[in-house]
């Protein structure tokens, strides 16, 4: 129980997720196709902020690594003009954090803040 509070000197192994880089507009358009044969997630990432940091740290702890879906990132500061295109596609108002799930070319659920880790994923691959 100390360790869960305290932390532990063991070392921890590093969970390595599959992301894919979202760095440009026209990937949206394939991110879109490809979701008429697969789940696609959209993970909106602010890297300046703590609550940001925290979820997605928290998110990708509990990551299903056998969960059937293509897992985008997107640094929201880097890449502002795919940040807001992706809204205007997906017709999803902004958030940061934020997490989308895309099936047959719109989005099926999205989530922010402390809500995505709340997601029940396997309900959409």
Same mark, same amino acid.
């Given at each position: 129980m100390f360790k869960k509070?305290?932390?532990s000197k063991e070392p921890k192994e590093e969970k390595i997720l &599959?992301? /894919?880089a979202l760095n440009s507009v026209e990937q949206l358009n394939a /991110? %879109? %196709?490809r979701s008429k044969t697969k789940t696609q997630l959209i993970f909106k990432h602010s890297t300046r902020c703590g609550i940001s940091r925290?979820?997605?740290n928290q998110f990708i702890e509990l990551y299903d690594l056998e969960t059937n879906a293509d897992l !985008? !990132?997107?640094d929201l @500061?880097? !890449?502002r003009e795919v940040s807001n295109e992706t809204g205007y596609k997906f017709q999803v108002m902004h958030q940061s &954090?934020? @997490?989308l799930v895309i099936k047959n070319g719109v989005v099926v659920a999205h989530a922010s803040h402390g809500a995505i880790n709340d997601m029940d994923l396997a309900r959409f691959v």
């Open positions: 509070w305290f932390g &599959p992301w /894919i /991110i %879109e %196709e925290m979820v997605v !985008y !990132y997107l @500061l880097n !890449y &954090p934020q @997490l």
